[in-house]
């Protein structure tokens, strides 16, 4: 539908006024689809007309979803799954195909870093890790095999802005297409397709369900890239679809389309990545409130960080709306409406007592919750060494910008008073404590 992206969030893909719907997307929560004959039962298997077999490829209601979030972020088409890490799985998964080879940023979430660097090594597929910020180093990791270029467009935790045309041409250039995972920008702050990115992703269980009730993923396809340039680059949409006789994707459904029907028939259909009709459902109330929560938690963010920035506890602030963050021309040029609400900071001190601190500190908070998520309406924290990115070795770590005193925060939508309060206190509390702790005695010969 046209209009304005607030108009859109909420209504987009649905049409109420007949008797078997309300005024709200209904629940389409079964697990399979009754058809109407058996020919159309055949055509529906042989994908040679459009509809639903069975909830694990698609719903109404996630059909729904789909529509709408392509509709926020400028696409063509999109495919929900299970979840955002399902949803980075099986787009690397159908771009890379047989032989495939992935370049992707150092600055990632850690569990998408054990995706690629442990799960996909098994599957056979390389994966090369480079500095988001190195023009060099993409350049120089693309080879003829390489089938993807992968990034977030703001880095988790750390909140790296990245030079997405930079990028997109690199990548480009190459002929290859550019993932982008945008979970924290959300497409109420940035949509990634306007800036050269091909395919837009999202753990929906984030920022745009926005209560931490419903897991969900979607990738969105922007319709920008032509596999068809090079055909002999891309046979899974360029060549006859074994398990559809002479079916070839491309010609059948065509650019912008044939991506979301290879992975929904073979990815989703082969592994099962299926996101339920519920949390679909659930995701969707969520969407609608998106520009409103995120307004929100941008702002109070900001005035967190800046708080932060003053704090004499606090070594360093990680938030690209501060004037010295490395990244603070990047964030004015590509996210002119707001800073995503997730940064990070570094408490001050020896970095081998910082978890003992970060321990001292998470305990004595109120308001700030211990939760593995972000995106929340209610404020989290976490210590990336110890929880999301724990998995990785120190020089892992120290690539993305992570040290052993670095706290993530993922900004809700409280009174920002109350959320500067809960760290005042807590921070002053633990810089009391060391200050107060008894020196270490040497021991008498």
């Known amino acids: 539908m046209t209009g304005g992206f607030a108009t859109r969030q909420v209504q987009a893909g649905f049409r109420a006024g007949t008797p078997a719907f309300g005024a709200v997307p209904p629940l389409h929560q079964t697990a399979a ?4 004959s058996l020919q159309e039962a055949a055509d529906l298997f042989a994908l040679r007309r459009p509809g639903i077999i ?9 059909q729904l979803l789909e529509e709408r979030v392509t509709s926020l972020e400028g696409g063509v088409s999109a495919v929900a799954v299970a979840s ?15 032989g495939g080879h992935i370049v992707a940023a150092d600055q990632l979430y850690g569990g998408t870093v054990d995706l690629l660097q442990d799960t996909f090594a098994d599957f056979g ?21 390489t089938r993807a270029v992968f990034a ?11 030079d997405l045309r930079l990028v997109a041409d690199i990548a480009h250039e190459a002929g290859v297409p550019l993932v982008i995972d945008s979970t924290v920008g959300t497409p109420a702050l940035i949509r990634p397709g306007e800036h050269g990115a091909d395919f837009v992703v999202h753990s929906a269980t984030k920022f745009l369900a926005g209560h931490g009730t419903s897991l969900g993923g979607v990738v969105v396809d922007q319709g920008t890239f032509d596999f068809g340039a090079e055909p002999e680059r891309w046979p899974q949409f360029t060549a006859p679809y074994t398990r559809f006789g002479d079916l070839v994707l491309w010609e059948r459904f065509g ?3 044939a991506f979301a029907a290879l992975v929904k028939s ?6 099962g990545p299926s996101l339920s009709p519920f949390n679909a459902w659930q995701i969707l109330q969520g969407i609608e409130t998106l520009d409103l929560r995120v307004a929100r938690q941008s702002s109070s963010a900001l005035a967190i960080a800046r708080h932060l920035e003053q704090h004499p506890a606090v070594a360093r602030v990680h938030h690209p709306g501060l004037a010295g963050n490395p990244w603070h021309d990047l964030a004015a040029r590509y996210l002119p409406h707001g800073i995503p609400s997730v940064f990070s900071f570094d408490i001050a001190g020896p970095e081998p007592e910082a978890t003992d601190r970060i321990a001292r500190l998470i305990d004595e908070l109120r308001v700030f919750r211990l939760v593995a998520n972000l995106g929340d309406a209610r404020s989290l924290i976490a210590h990336p060494a110890s929880m999301t990115h724990s998995h990785l070795t120190p020089a892992q770590r120290a690539a993305a910008g992570i040290s052993l005193n670095t706290v993530r925060l993922s900004t809700g939508i409280e009174d920002p008073a109350d959320l500067i309060a809960d760290l005042d206190r807590a921070l002053t509390i633990i810089g009391e404590s060391s200050r107060t702790e008894p020196e270490p005695q040497l021991a008498r010969a």
């Open 33 to 36: 689809y009754e058809f109407s």
């Open 125 to 145: 597929i390389p994966v090369t890790f480079v500095d988001q910020d190195d023009p060099d180093a993409w350049r120089a990791a693309i080879t003829p095999q």
């Open 152 to 162: 977030e467009v703001v880095a988790n935790p750390i909140a790296q802005v990245l």
């Open 54 to 62: 069975y909830s694990r490829n698609a719903s109404p209601t996630q």
């Open 266 to 271: 073979k990815y989703v259909h082969d592994l």
């Open 255 to 257: 650019q912008g389309f």
């Open 84 to 98: 955002g890490q399902a949803a980075v799985a099986v787009t690397l998964l159908a771009l890379a195909g047989r």
